[in-house]
């Protein structure tokens, strides 16, 4: 199997290669999204997939209509980029439904005619020669073996048959006397110590591991060939369980922001009433009260007081700057830890706008010693009537 033949634009793919590229590129998608979840490499894994996927639909479809093959793109693209951003899980059916329609139409399209046969995973196409097996030639060694020496004399007098008769008859008798003999050249060469076993088992393991997956592969195609009602249920059943998947993990991460969003208790310095509040999805709350920003969230102990204070500038030093990815930084007026072991930080209204607008740009904040990810934070400031007219 030659990994040239999956980026060639040349050739032609049959329905069933086309399907089976199709549906890997979206099950490798889901999988890179789970290893690598919330980081910008999953849309790098991902576009060589849907150009994998785009190139397969161009050698799928006929030459005047392989521009309908970017039709293949949009699904698995929004599929990447919904794992990767969106907060909810219709965004991921609406890419998978995308894919579905997109692959059923392309396979509903005329097929072009194969110049030469298809090989075992279904293409067709000028990279088939390329994977010819070469012939290989052992070397051997002639120094030490005089039969070699001889043979050569005896073709030299096979030449000449014609003018010297009893010399080829001589010949040919000295040869049947040579040939008799056992021949010693193998004996010594086996003398010499095997130092590239090692290497040559590993080789030979690493083949036969390769020739498995290639026949595991060709085993797969054939069987889909021979069942094709049956693999079309297959890829149906598989979207239906990634969809499924999606659905669950987004309905889990709603019921653990609204979770985190639900106060323990309504202890609080002033009434809970006027204070307006966008619950973050790495953990933390935005809160409003009239133009006063405050940063309040979890995970500090001790007794209720005042951590850090700008206005005697005492207190835990970690505390003296909110600091974005970009560098930007703001002085909070007064970091305290409430009695609900909430940790709240209060800020100038001078600088409410501009911190508002970098939680909802920027991709992460620190302060306290804490790092908060502000990925979706935008969407969330949105949800929030009070928080929309700083966007």
């Known amino acids: 199997m030659s990994l040239n033949t999956f980026f060639c634009r040349q050739g032609v793919d049959s329905s ?94 005329p097929q072009p005619k194969a110049a030469v046969p298809f090989d075992s995973l279904g293409y067709s196409g000028p990279l088939m020669a390329s994977a010819e097996r070469r012939t290989r030639v052992e070397p051997t060694l002639v120094g030490d073996s005089p039969a070699y020496a001889h043979a050569a004399e005896h073709a030299v007098g096979q030449h000449g048959m014609g003018e010297d008769e009893p010399g080829l008859e001589q010949a040919s008798h000295m040869a049947s006397d040579l040939d008799a003999q056992p021949y010693q050249g193998d004996s010594r060469i086996d003398k010499y110590p095997q130092d590239s076993q090692p290497q040559d088992k590993l080789s030979q393991g690493i083949n036969s591991f390769g020739a498995q997956l290639a026949k595991l592969f060709g085993n797969t195609l054939t069987a889909i060939k021979s069942h094709p009602r049956g ?84 207190g835990d030093g970690s505390c003296k700057n909110l600091t974005f990815n970009n560098g930007v930084s703001y002085r909070p007026m007064m970091v305290s830890l409430l009695a609900d072991t909430s940790t709240q930080a209060r800020f100038s209204p001078l600088d409410t706008s501009a911190i508002i607008n970098d939680i909802a740009m920027r991709g992460s904040l620190t302060l306290c010693g804490y790092e908060f990810s502000l990925k979706g934070s935008q969407a969330a400031l949105a949800k929030e009537p009070a928080f929309r007219p700083y966007l």
């Open 231 to 314: 693999a079309l249920l297959g890829f149906g059943c598989l979207s239906l369980l990634l969809g499924s998947l999606s659905w669950l993990g987004g309905g889990d991460a709603a019921e653990q922001v609204a979770a985190e969003s639900e106060p323990e208790t309504q202890i609080a310095q002033v009434p809970a009433t006027s204070i307006k509040q966008a619950a973050m999805p790495d953990g933390f709350k935005v809160q409003l009260e009239g133009k006063v920003l405050m940063l309040s969230w979890l995970g500090e102990r001790g007794e209720p007081g005042t951590i850090w204070s700008l206005a005697s500038a005492e």
């Open 16 to 109: 069933l290669r086309f399907l089976v590229i199709s549906g890997a590129s979206l099950c490798l998608t889901y999988l890179f999204s789970l290893l690598f979840a919330g980081h910008s490499i999953l849309l790098l894994l991902a576009l060589p997939l849907i150009a994998v996927s785009a190139l397969s639909a161009a050698r799928r479809l006929i030459a005047p209509q392989r521009l309908l093959a970017l039709t293949a793109i949009p699904g698995p693209l929004l599929l990447a980029a919904s794992l990767l951003f969106a907060e909810q899980a219709w965004p991921s059916w609406v890419a998978l439904i995308l894919s579905i329609l997109a692959v059923g139409f392309i396979i509903s399209r």
